[in-house]
């Protein structure tokens, strides 16, 4: 494993700064401190850098050896509203809110690059744009960077995630498929009240929500290959006013999973027809609003083979290893289908740190530091690589 130097010589730095982060996290879009002190940081290193949206920040930096390539280094900011348990000096100060993703550690890492590549710019020619992206838990930060225009003209992108189940010292990527699409639907039921012991005077949206519930499993088992990756999962149905009530409506809230865009809008599609077909058969009427948060993680195949030399430089042959297909969604898809690019997935847990081996988006969620330096390393070394043709 080689750590870039200049990234060695601030772990401590980098170790402070996600310190920080994870003791001041901030939910989705409303990460104003947050973004306020990256943009600190960044005036510090001498890095010119910008709001996007309110809390998105882009940093520019130009090589000094003139024009040429133009990459994009990306980080989420933003946390969860889960309680911190971890009983360490850095546990989260905002209670009911938490980094339990490892976003902070993404934020320090880049920072920690930046500083290091800005000590390199006499060194190679054109951009690297830092992107601070807000968000990305619900969908709603890449989009802000691609409506700004801010990514125009960028030929390659690159980001990193931590992942619990993988030892320090390991990095998972491919060079494809990595993570599926994320659609949130909402179906509300809408009835009519009656007393239960006469429910032909009314219209259950209970009932009938239920059914819709259990409909919708046979849609991924049977309306597409079994090969093809994709999932419906139901987590709210709320409905009923009382036990002796025929409940008027009912919600249904869910998702959608998939790696192919053609099962995805067949899913989406025979979600609403489902739900619509069964409300009626119970007299009821069933309206479906579908949001949508990203598409499928795929890394561009050119650029995977472009920056394998440079993912080895730093963790070294044989700890480059493929990931395993994830249902989770993660935006960076849509920066990676605008700008061909990778997403490589950074092992943080160890046994020396409790914590570290748990789940991402549970409470005692840690990482074991040592992974800081990896990622911002990789960072480095992704972006001399396309800048220096290496």
């Known amino acids: 494993m080689a750590v870039h130097p200049l990234i060695e010589q601030d772990r401590d730095y980098i170790t402070a700064l996600r310190r920080h982060f994870h003791s001041r996290p901030e939910l989705s879009m409303r990460e104003f401190e947050t973004a306020s002190r990256i943009q600190a940081e960044l005036a510090a290193i001498g890095i010119p850098a910008r709001r996007v949206g309110e809390t998105g920040v882009l940093g520019v930096l130009q090589g000094k050896r003139g024009p040429g390539r133009k990459i994009v280094l990306r980080a989420d900011t933003d946390a969860l509203p889960i309680q911190d ?99 949130h639907f909402t179906i509300r039921v809408t009835g009519r009240s009656a007393h239960v012991s006469t429910p032909e005077l009314g219209a259950d949206a209970l009932y009938a929500a239920a059914q819709i519930v259990t409909a919708l499993q046979g849609l991924v088992g049977r309306l597409k290959s079994p090969t093809d990756p994709a999932l419906i999962g139901v987590g709210v149905l709320r409905s009923g006013e009382g036990y002796n009530i025929v409940a008027k409506e009912a919600v249904i809230e869910g998702t959608v999973r998939c790696f192919s865009e053609g099962t995805r809008a067949m899913l989406n599609s025979k979600i609403a027809e489902t739900a619509r077909g069964v409300a009626a058969l119970y007299n009821t009427a069933a309206g479906i609003e579908v949001e949508s948060f990203t598409r499928a993680l795929v ?21 480059l290893v493929p990931k395993e297909l994830s249902l989770g969604g993660d935006d960076m898809a849509e920066i990676i289908a605008a700008v061909p690019g990778v997403y490589a997935f950074v092992g943080s847990g160890s046994e020396a740190v409790p914590g570290s081996r748990l789940a991402h988006h549970t409470p005692g969620f840690d990482i074991d530091e040592d992974c800081l330096p990896i990622a911002a390393s990789l960072y480095v070394e992704s972006a001399l690589a396309w800048l220096k043709g290496v």
Do not use: W
């Open 299 to 319: 890394n561009d195949a050119r650029a995977y083979e472009e920056l394998v030399p440079a993912l080895e430089r730093v963790v070294g042959k044989g700890n």
């Open 85 to 183: 348990e971890k009983a360490v000096p850095y546990a989260s100060q905002c209670p009911g809110v938490m980094h339990a993703c490892g976003h902070d550690a993404h934020t320090a890492a880049l920072l920690g690059a930046a500083r290091a590549l800005k000590g390199l710019e006499d060194s190679f020619a054109g951009e690297i744009d830092f992107v601070f992206q807000p968000g990305e838990e619900y969908g709603k930060g890449a989009v802000l960077f691609l409506r700004d225009g801010a990514l125009e003209g960028a030929e390659r992108s690159f980001g990193v995630h931590l992942q619990s189940n993988l030892p320090v010292g390991k990095v998972a990527v491919n060079p494809g498929a990595e993570n599926a699409s994320v659609d």
